[in-house]
């Protein structure tokens, strides 16, 4: 009975790893050597000019995209929930978009909602060119299979808002209005976000400014929430570096408005990759350098048999940044085909706030 | 501990001193462990493979959504379905023609494919890649390819005319069928973003309702417990089963006997242990660690044979699964931990179960109590008089069985009972016909004969059971596997009624061998033939299309029939079904049914139904012309022809220079009569091959019997010497006795065994097979089993015989002097 892979899901999943990509973590994960821009895919290069709506549709000259919610959220009765929606967008391979089945895109699905005594999640794939999933610019609309991203009436191209979020799963759903006052946000350098010192980048734009409303189910039962929200968009060709093993990944709502994003690319020598930006509650941004932010994680937690720091120190001393953030729910973990930890989270010292934190490779 | 060890040393040393007994022991537990786990490991083999054949077809063990009237629909739906929260997958399935084969086509989207399909084809870690991007890959199994007789990567065209993707073995595929992605499935069937069915996952998704989705399009067909393959071989299984179970359980006859006689032998041993000052509770300990030990390497030994038997008659196994049922099954083993787990428990348990009576016995050994002279009699009456009404209860449960029940299980079950029935009136029956014996006889020594015959009845009835068991099912499976034999070559006669069958690559060829058939003056007739695959109330069936010619309608093997029925079917409105599809669906002529086409429901007459053996589908007979315009794509590639015999070698070497035909594609009546023969008669090798084990081991269960009696039996026997009866002469009565017994229980086998077979035919094979033979006594086939059965008496008999001849007076005289 030895080695019978069958077709399924998590051998699916292995196979689009195995092609260097997946998900934002999978591609942090390290699965280089199977080719950069070179084979065909478009290269990321500094000093791209984002156009809107274009951009939000899918450019599938790159070999990876993704379109990423997160929200922090309560309940009338003040209860802490978060939402992650996510849509991954892989080519097999490269060449122009080929019609029906023979179309090279594969699109992978994930969603959560995470309560202080609860993680439920789900996870779907579907192949592009059939309308099972895809995304399209005008008017917004981003699929797969019952999961939803939609451009209201009137939504604005530079706020990409108000949207409307649906995701649902054997045990839990969601249903969300997101709306926003400011345009989204380019991160990096005008949108050219680096990844390693040795020149690995992606395009990267976010939304970290939207006001969501609208209701969460577990159990059946639905209850009626209000919070922020961020979503991310970011896509590339070239995998990661191959001694990067994990990824951290941080995107921080202050209470005074600031918007932080940090993340950290944790490297087999130790030599971590640190980066970020610092969004004013105006909407103007900053980046941050390797050498401004410290990333400290705190004790362990063991979370589905591996040892996870949901606990950590942030410090950005030119902003004066000091903080300890927590996790709502410590067992926040994507039991997916790529299994990832992925929860909402709490920081206090310096600065207050909630977020979300996002850990992969442990 | 040391104790303890001591006490087996000496229990052992007795196995040491009596090397025959031990091998007697050891030879029926093996034999018990060996067919009992052959038959296992055939049986998990077969059903493996079903597993995996139900996998891959997609169906059984998954609910799924097909179109209204089993025809294709748009892959629209499905999409509309995964927007609307269904975990559907989309499959697409034809027959294509690959080098002159027709062979199932499987699109397959292994994206949605849902885990719980179980073991797909693998695709497998990075295979998935391959799979899908240009040029894709074609799965087959490893006899398909071979069959095709082409190797792994080759493109081979399609009967469309486009190439398939490069071939790639994966061994867990069934043979048969190709397995593609399913956007080149579409290509090849020309099926342009259709779909045939969709697989649902056992994500319980939140979902809309089915009829808001797709409107009446789809209908939910919900997952069966077991596969079409495994319900129609479950026939054969069982009756695989049931020989295991019978070998086993005459493996455990000889155990008991062995393990009788060594206690009978060591009672002087264990008194004297016990005597010792050795706890009755530790010697007690001590025989069953023995006892298991023994098991133990028994059954390591055993489970080598079973293995070896399994692979032996795996072959035959796999080609009657396939001829009988289509069933295709790997010619090789894979075990599994848990086979040689369950065999070693089965050794074991066997063991306690054969010696229970011994243990029992020893645990209640008085220590200084002497041989009790045997109060025989009456506990033996007793005994008859229980096991008589215990027969009796269970033969009315048979008869209540045959009368209420209706199925497969209920079949074996009058099987079981009657063996069992049967088994337990035997030493009743003997009984009455020694007593019989006894009044009638006047000399002292004919009295004598067979008043000692009555006694030895107890220690040998277990035996003569096994005698009578394994001899009935002989006779009961001989005759209906010879009346089988029988109703088979005559409706082979029936059926080829073409003296040559080709098949051509494609339409086009047909079409041209055809023209060029027509022009030759040898050929009287050519007849069209065609089939093709539809449903009735969602059972797969075969339509299979008839040339209106007077060869096929003189020939054909009809059962039933209107007196019109040849012409009913040339006005395309009636057809002939098959005696399986006319059960299953409870037919008879004059029945209408309608069947799924592309272009929506024929409603059919049936007007015959006809025998149709060894064909697993139910199938259903018209006009090929209203066939066609029914099913317009179907290949119509398939010809026979109806040639003067001399003339046929000539004809058959022109078609196969001009058209490139090779053996499988052209064929010859007599070559396609012998094939067909030779299907069938290794159909029935295993049946014979288990049959032959059963009454070997029954023989051996004789002879230990024997060997255990013979020696228990010396204080009855010197007595006779004493009174100046020499020992030949003590030997050939004896020898006689045997003979006499033996002979009585084969004849009870004789109407045990052909009501065996009239069950089997009469009840098992309808349910089983759906056909029921005609019931045919074979006087002569009856007296070749009863001379084997007294040939294997005599052989088990001749050793204890030769050895009373051959016993030293001393021995004889030593009886008197002995306390037993």
């Given amino acids: 009975m030895s080695g019978k892979p069958a077709i399924s899901r998590r051998a699916f999943a292995a196979t689009i790893l195995a092609l260097g990509l997946g998900r934002r973590a999978a591609w942090a994960q390290g699965f280089a050597g199977l080719g950069t821009a070179a084979d065909g895919f478009a290269e990321v290069v500094p000093g791209r000019h984002f156009a809107f709506p274009a951009d939000h549709g899918p450019h599938p000259d790159f070999r990876i995209e993704w379109w990423y919610v997160t929200a922090n959220l309560v309940d009338a009765a003040g209860a802490a929930h978060g939402i992650q929606w996510t849509l991954f967008r892989q080519a097999m391979r490269s060449g122009p978009p080929q019609p029906g089945w023979a179309n090279q895109q594969i699109w992978m699905g994930h969603a959560a909602v995470t309560r202080a005594d609860t993680h439920r999640y789900g996870e779907t794939f579907a192949r592009g060119g059939v309308g099972e999933a895809g995304v399209e610019a005008t008017p917004f609309h981003a699929w797969i299979d019952s999961w939803d991203m939609r451009g209201l009436d009137g939504m604005r191209d530079r706020f990409i808002a108000p949207l409307e979020l649906k995701a649902s799963g054997a045990d839990f759903g969601y249903t969300l209005r997101l709306d926003a006052d400011r345009p989204l946000v380019l991160q990096g350098v005008d949108g050219y976000s680096r990844k390693s010192q040795r020149g690995q980048a992606s395009y990267y734009f976010s939304q970290p400014f939207f006001r969501a409303t609208g209701s969460v189910t577990i159990d059946d039962k639905a209850v009626a929430v209000t919070g922020q929200a961020w979503m991310d968009r970011e896509w590339s060709s070239q995998p990661l570096a191959t001694d990067q093993i994990g990824w951290d990944w941080f995107s921080l709502h202050l209470t005074g408005g600031e918007k932080l994003m940090l993340f950290r690319l944790r490297q087999a020598d130790g030599d971590d990759y640190c980066s970020g930006n610092w969004i004013s509650p105006d909407g103007s941004s900053q980046q941050l350098l390797p050498a401004q932010v410290k990333m400290t994680p705190m004790a362990p937690t063991e979370v589905a048999g591996r040892k996870l720091p949901t606990a950590w120190r942030i410090e950005i001393p030119q902003r004066g940044l000091a903080v300890q953030s927590h996790a709502l729910n410590a067992a926040s973990w994507m039991g997916t085909s790529f299994p990832y930890w992925e929860g909402p989270i709490v920081f206090g010292g310096s600065h207050d706030g909630v977020g979300y934190l996002e850990m992969t490779g442990y | ?820």
Avoid at chain 2, 182 to 188: E, T, V
Avoid at chain 2, 572 to 591: C, I, P
């Fill in chain 2, 1 to 820: 501990m040391t104790r303890m060890i001591w006490i087996l040393a000496v229990l052992l040393s007795h196995w040491r001193r009596h090397p025959m007994q031990l091998a007697t022991l050891l030879i029926g537990l093996i034999s018990a462990t060996a067919l009992w786990s052959g038959v296992q490991a055939l049986n998990q083999q077969a059903r493996s493979s079903y597993d995996r054949a139900a996998a891959t077809f997609g169906g059984a063990r998954t609910a799924t959504l097909v179109g209204r009237n089993g025809a294709s629909f748009p892959q629209q739906l499905f999409v509309d379905l995964r927007r609307a929260g269904w975990p559907v997958s989309p499959v697409v399935e034809g027959r294509v023609q690959v080098g002159g084969r027709s062979l199932r086509l499987l699109g397959i989207e292994p994206v949605t494919l849902p885990a719980s399909v179980g073991n797909a084809p693998a695709i497998g870690k990075a295979g998935l890649q391959p799979f899908l991007t240009p040029p894709g890959e074609t799965l087959v199994a490893p006899e398909t390819l071979s069959d095709l007789d082409l190797p792994e990567g080759a493109t081979p065209p399609a009967s469309g005319g486009m190439a398939l993707p490069p071939l790639r073995v994966q061994p867990q595929l069934v043979p048969g069928v190709l397995v593609v992605d399913i956007g080149i499935a579409q290509k090849l069937l020309d099926m342009p973003d259709r779909v045939s069915r969709l697989l649902i996952g056992n994500a319980r998704t939140p979902r809309a309702a089915l009829d808001r989705v797709v409107g009446d399009r789809l209908r939910l067909v919900g997952p069966e417990a077991e596969s079409d393959l495994e319900r129609l071989t479950d026939s054969f299984h069982l009756n695989l089963t049931a020989f295991g179970l019978l070998s086993f359980v005459v493996g455990l006859f000889i155990v008991n006997s062995a393990v009788g006689l060594a206690f009978e032998q060591r009672r002087p041993m264990l008194r004297t242990l016990r005597a010792c000052g050795v706890s009755a509770r530790l010697l007690n300990t001590v025989l069953l660690v023995e006892l298991v030990s023994l098991a133990l390497a028994a059954g390591a030994v055993g489970l080598v044979c079973g293995y070896l038997i399994a692979a032996a008659l795996l072959p035959d196994v796999a080609a009657s699964l396939r001829g009988l049922y289509g069933a295709q099954i790997p010619g090789e083993l894979t075990l599994r931990p848990q086979w040689w787990l369950a065999g070693l428990a089965i050794s074991i348990v066997g063991a306690l179960a054969a010696s229970t009576a011994s243990l029992v016995k020893a645990a209640r050994l008085p220590v200084l109590v002497a041989a009790q002279p045997h109060a025989w009699r009456q506990a033996q009456q007793r005994w008859l008089i229980l096991q008589g009404a215990l027969a009796l209860a269970i033969f009315a449960a048979a008869g209540g069985l045959l009368w209420f029940g209706d199925s497969l299980v209920a079949g074996f079950a009058v099987l079981a009972c009657l063996l069992l029935g049967a088994a337990l009136a035997l030493p009743a029956m003997l009984e009455v016909v020694l007593s019989w014996g006894q009044r009638t006889a006047h000399r002292a020594l004919a009295v004598w004969f067979w008043a000692d015959s009555r006694q030895q009845l107890s220690g040998l009835s277990l035996a003569l059971m096994a005698l009578l068991l394994a001899l009935a099912v002989n006779v009961g499976v001989g005759t209906m596997v010879e009346t089988f034999s029988r109703t088979f070559v005559g409706w082979l006669d029936g059926r080829l009624a073409a003296d040559v069958y080709l098949n051509a690559a494609d339409n086009a060829q047909a079409a041209e061998i055809k023209a060029w058939l027509q022009r030759r003056p040898e050929v009287e007739a050519i007849l069209r033939g065609g089939r093709a695959d539809s449903q009735i109330d969602g059972t797969p069936i075969e339509i299979l299309g008839l040339a209106d010619q007077a060869t096929i309608s003189g020939h054909w093997p009809l059962l039933q029939s209107t007196a019109d029925s040849w012409d009913r079917l040339r006005a395309g409105n009636a057809g002939l079904a098959s005696e399986q599809l006319a059960r299953r669906l409870r037919l008879t002529v004059g029945d209408r049914i309608e069947i799924a086409t592309a272009s929506g429901n024929w409603p059919i007459e049936v007007v015959g139904i006809y025998a149709d053996y060894g064909n697993p589908k139910g199938q259903l007979a018209v006009n090929i012309d209203a066939l066609l315009r029914h099913f317009p794509d179907i290949p119509q590639t398939r010809l026979g022809l109806r040639v003067a015999a001399p003339a046929i070698p000539a004809l058959m070497s022109a078609l196969r220079d001009k058209f490139g035909l090779d053996d499988r594609n052209l064929l010859d009546q007599a070559t396609l009569k012998a094939e067909s023969t030779r299907i069938f008669n290794r159909t029935f090798a295993v049946t014979g091959a288990l049959n032959a084990f059963t009454l070997g081991v029954a023989g051996v269960a004789l002879l230990t019997s024997l060997l255990t009696l013979s020696h228990s039996r010396l204080p009855q026997l010197a007595p006779l010497w004493a009174i100046g009866i020499t020992r030949r002469r003590l030997a050939a009565i004896e020898l006689l006795k045997t003979m006499s017994v033996a002979l009585i229980t084969a004849l009870l086998a004789l109407p045990l065994g052909l009501s065996v077979a009239w069950c089997l035919i009469a009840v098992v094979n309808v349910k089983a097979f759906g056909w029921r033979l005609p019931f045919d006594v074979f006087p002569l086939q009856l007296l070749e089993l009863l001379a084997v059965a007294m040939l294997a008496a005599l052989s088990a008999a001749l050793l204890p015989a030769l050895k009373l001849a051959r016993m030293q007076p001393a021995t004889l005289i030593k009886i008197f002097a002995d306390e037993r």
